[in-house]
């Protein structure tokens, strides 16, 4: 099961404890977690469904490549990790 | 006399309350986060904050004791473009792309629906939506009705990316009838609550467009307009392009072009009682944005225009370059209490229309907006 973890920087305003999930995508990954947690949505989205600008979201280390649909693929051992972006700040 | 006001700063929302030595800047909070307005919402007690999350989006705070501890609000919702217009489209301002459809940006606006609907609210946006909530917040309902317009195609972002609602008013006669101003989209108009509107900027001249398109009501950037409480056909705007008066509930306008040292300016304020009154925080128009010879002073009418006079006494002896954004200089109730914040982190208080100021602080973060309890 891909393991999905938060920028500590999140917890300044809501709770979102590492989850393990299952999923094939990444976008099925944030659905996931989502399902228990409707707040997170629109911290990490945008209005349209798209990673918001200054939200940086890497699988097994590499940059997301498809922030609009998320479909960028992830493995039952993949890890990504939600961080705050340096910019935007 | 008020007890109490708020300023909302690029580093959190301070409470500043009268006490029996003067004036006290409390414990902020949402240390950190921006905060571009706050709503004291007389009606029911309850204080609103919108946050501009710079990496996480715009959310909306809500507190029902007085800023002590606060909840989240749901914040308002563009609708998703169906994934076939938006083919090819990348993410929302990535690498310079267009956008594959609106998102929150900024909540520009926030009023209460009325003192007979309880629970109501306006709320003006960047991108240029305007959203109705009848439940304090819970739930929003962007008004459609305004935001198809096919004038809005004529709408364009006045320092912004794209237009935004900057200001509501409702007219404490009638809570059907509500002002819009938009920049830069002019001035829009309702008497049935958002079902059906109006474009109400005649009169209004904008020197940014092309000679042809100056008065074009559909572009006109009204900084902020304001609407006199107890004479409520007559309103003031500051203007990108100047100083503009209605007295005739916004059918027509007149620009007061004896302002000096300038008519450029983001604030304003108008007397609750009193439409002849009125203040501005003048600055060089308009890629400068500076306060005109670094000379911070406040700009007033008692004429409804006619002469205006500028007031200094306890404003800075020593050049300064505080520019007052358009929602951060308030009134309270009885026309004699002002407060105007800076985006140097200047705060002062008049307790006397005005005519002098003291600084409570020249070292807040950068100011946002101000709002008397």
């Known amino acids: ?89 | 006399m008020p007890k109490r006001f708020f300023v909302g700063s690029r580093k959190g929302l301070f409470p500043v309350e009268r006490t029996a030595t003067g004036w006290s800047i409390g414990q902020p909070s949402f240390l950190g986060d921006p905060v571009s307005i706050v709503l004291p919402d007389r009606r029911d007690g309850t204080l609103y904050a919108a946050l501009p999350l710079g990496h996480f989006g715009v959310k909306l705070r809500r507190s029902a004791d007085g800023g002590q501890t606060w909840d989240e609000c749901s914040v308002p919702q563009y609708a998703r473009v169906p994934d076939a217009e938006t083919a090819g489209l990348t993410a929302e301002g990535e690498a310079g792309q267009s956008p594959a459809g609106p998102s929150l940006e900024e909540i520009w606006a926030l009023e209460g629906g009325g003192s007979d609907r309880p629970g109501q609210l306006w709320c003006g946006t960047i991108p240029g939506g305007l959203f109705h909530s009848e439940d304090c917040g819970d739930s929003w309902r962007l008004v459609e009705s305004l935001w198809d317009m096919p004038q809005r195609d004529n709408w364009f972002g006045g320092g912004k990316d794209h237009p935004g609602i900057h200001s509501v008013c409702v007219d404490p006669r009638n809570s059907d009838h509500v002002t819009v101003g938009v920049s830069c989209g002019g001035i829009w108009q309702t008497q049935d609550a958002g079902r059906s509107w109006a474009l109400r900027a005649d009169g209004m001249r904008a020197a940014y467009m092309p000679p042809d398109r100056a008065f074009d009501p559909t572009i006109q950037d009204p900084h902020l307009i304001v609407q006199c409480r107890d004479e409520p056909d007559q309103f003031w705007v500051q203007h990108h392009n100047g100083i503009f008066r209605s007295d005739d509930n916004c059918a027509s306008w007149t620009e007061c072009d004896q302002a000096t040292p300038s008519g450029f300016g983001f604030a304003v304020a108008v007397h609750p009682q009193d439409s002849r009154r009125a203040w501005f925080v003048p600055a060089v128009k308009d890629e400068c944005r500076v306060p005109v010879d670094g000379r911070l002073v406040v700009t007033t009418t008692a004429d409804g225009g006619e002469t205006f006079r500028s007031l200094s006494a306890g404003l800075p002896d020593e050049p300064a370059w505080d520019i007052v954004f358009r929602h951060a200089l308030a009134i309270d109730d009885s026309g004699e209490c002002l407060v105007m914040g800076s985006s140097t982190g200047g705060l002062w208080v008049s307790e006397d229309a005005g005519e002098s100021w003291a600084c409570l602080s020249s070292h807040l973060p950068q100011i946002y907006c101000v709002r008397f309890e």
């Open chain 1, 1 to 89: 099961m891909p393991r999905v973890s938060f920028t500590p920087n999140l917890n300044r305003h809501l709770d979102c404890p590492t989850a393990h999930v299952v999923a094939a995508t990444l976008g099925e990954t944030l659905e996931a977690v989502f399902a228990g947690n409707p707040r997170l949505r629109g911290y990490v989205l945008d209005d349209q469904g798209a990673i918001r600008r200054h939200v940086a979201v890497f699988v097994d280390n590499k940059p997301v490549v498809d922030r609009v649909n998320q479909s960028d693929p992830v493995r039952a051992d993949s890890e990504v990790f939600v961080m705050q972006a340096l910019s935007g700040g």
